[in-house]
């Protein structure tokens, strides 16, 4: 099966800090002969942050469901969310109820590896956290894919790398390859990759029009590893 660049799971909106309504991003995608997308706008726990998804989740849910509903003979469109990792509470009870109270068909997590935080920094463990997200994983216990978005391997030291890469064997969290981030060209990254055990996505973390479906170089990667197998949804692209 040869993968077409029609595909791209992670675009944001102005549900959160995108400029392009989702109907924008939709249109926009069928114009370019895109077939499947996934929006995935920013959530956390922190109040002020994102405060217009964290009101109105349900009608963020609603409005993707129903544009996928009506360009459903063009292209497929999933909802999402990308998860800031970096409050303590990102993963407590209250969250995981809000996280699960629709039925998102992915999760994204982002700043594992991301140093900077405005929480302690003892919560930073990416170890910790991916421990966290793992239990989440299992909560949901079923084959939603639940993984980390362009994880900044160049924040980590070789040995807590490999660390790392451990830990994720033992989930079955994926990892983004990211257009927006030159992370995973760095030569640790691809021993991410290499590992065959880890699920793979691909997405351009659009936040602009021009950027939705530039996937080129991810998906050359996702190749060059004979990685494709390893991608989410893969039985949905065509
Ligand atoms: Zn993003």
Not at 52 to 67: S, T
Not at 127 to 151: N, Q, T, W, Y
Request: hydrophobic fraction near 35%.
């Amino acid at each position: 099966m040869v993968l077409k660049p029609n595909f791209d799971f992670h675009i944001h909106t102005k549900w959160s800090d995108g400029i392009c309504t989702c109907r924008e991003v939709a249109e926009y995608a069928v114009s370019k002969g895109m077939r499947l997308i996934g929006i995935a706008d920013h959530f956390s726990m922190d109040p002020e942050k994102n405060p217009k998804i964290a009101r109105r989740l349900p009608d963020y849910y609603e409005e993707i469901r129903a544009l996928d509903e009506e360009f459903r003979s063009q292209i497929r469109i999933k909802v999402a969310l990308e998860v800031d990792a970096r409050t303590y509470d990102f993963l407590s009870d209250k969250s995981i109820e809000t996280l699960t109270s629709h039925n998102f068909d992915y999760y994204l997590f982002e700043y594992i590896t991301d140093p900077y935080s405005y929480y302690p920094i003892e919560t930073r463990d990416p170890i910790l956290i991916i421990s966290k997200i793992k239990k989440f994983k299992e909560i949901l216990s079923d084959s939603r894919p639940v993984g980390i978005a362009h994880m900044e391997v160049r924040y980590l030291k070789d040995e807590k790398l490999e660390k790392v890469i451990e830990k994720l064997l033992e989930t079955q969290l994926f990892v983004e390859l990211n257009t927006s981030k030159d992370n995973y060209k760095h030569e640790k990254f691809q021993r991410i990759i290499e590992e065959k055990d880890i699920k793979l996505s691909i997405g351009s973390d659009a936040h602009i029009q021009t950027r939705i479906g530039d996937i080129e170089y991810p998906l050359n990667l996702l190749k060059r590893y004979n990685a494709t197998n390893r991608l989410i949804f893969l039985n949905e692209l065509k």
